[in-house]
């Protein structure tokens, strides 16, 4: 069945199969290179960004510790501060609570998961406890200038309730970068499978490109040396050759009209040779007849001579 196959249809198989695996690594490629691109900013938009809204939360925090711890400690030392200076550091205190707000509803408009969510609503629940039973009481205190009611704020409630904030904070920053790893390892697992794909097809397309190529120059080289060699045969008048036909493809074409042409030169030579030797034969014949009439001619003037002799 492939030997009956044209040399132009098996030139466009050829073709069409390394441009079809061409395209196919291609879009293998641009496939990976999606998913990798797509990956990556997942890891910048729901990962890197959240995780840096997070950081912040837990910087505000740790601020408002600091300033609370400061107002105090200013108030116990040696020189201690007025209660313009301790207004103005729980008036930056307040900011940062509205800060930490604002942060946290950024980081809210990510897109959570049922996971992280839930980890949301404990942090948000501790950090509720955290404000109503420590921080604020304390600021209100350090108003009131009730610095040993801040104090005592500081060393128990609100030191407490920070432990269960920065708990939670920090698991929702491990959720993130857990995700992260899981978001890589999906990643290069990926890139290893598009990796072993692609050079797979790659040698298979290289090993069958090479087998379609010897078969495409064994199906035309070989039937065309074939035909120049008996082209030089008939050239040199051998026309008692056999010729043998495989394919009906241009090539067995080719050869099956060698053959009739050896066939047909064949036939007449055949021909002219029964042709000259029949004119031979005429012509010995011819000859004879010759030597016939001549014998007879000189036969009869013979007689004529006798009878003209001896009527004399």
Known sequence: MLRNLSIKSRLIFVIGFLSMLLTGIGILGLVSLNSANSALKSVYEERMVTVGHLDEVV?????????V???IVGQVGAFAEGPAVVGKQM???EKV???IDQVWHAYLKTKLSPEEKKLADSFVASRIKYGRGGLRPAIAALRAADYQQAGELVQGPMKDSYKEVRKNIDALIQYQMDQARHEFENTQ????TVRNI???AILAG???AAFIGVWLIRAISGPLNEAVRIAKSVAAGDLTQTIEVHSKDETGQLMQAMKDMNDSLAHIVG???SGTETIAVASRQIASGNADLSARTESQASSLEETASSME
């Open 59 to 67: 910087r505000l925090i740790n601020k408002n510790q600091l300033l």
């Open 69 to 71: 711890a400061e107002s």
């Open 91 to 93: 008036d930056e205190a």
């Open 97 to 99: 609570i509205k800060e």
């Open 189 to 192: 697992s990926m890139y290893a």
């Open 198 to 200: 692609s050079i797979i």
């Open 206 to 208: 290289v090993l069958l």
């Open 271 to 273: 021909q002219v040779r």
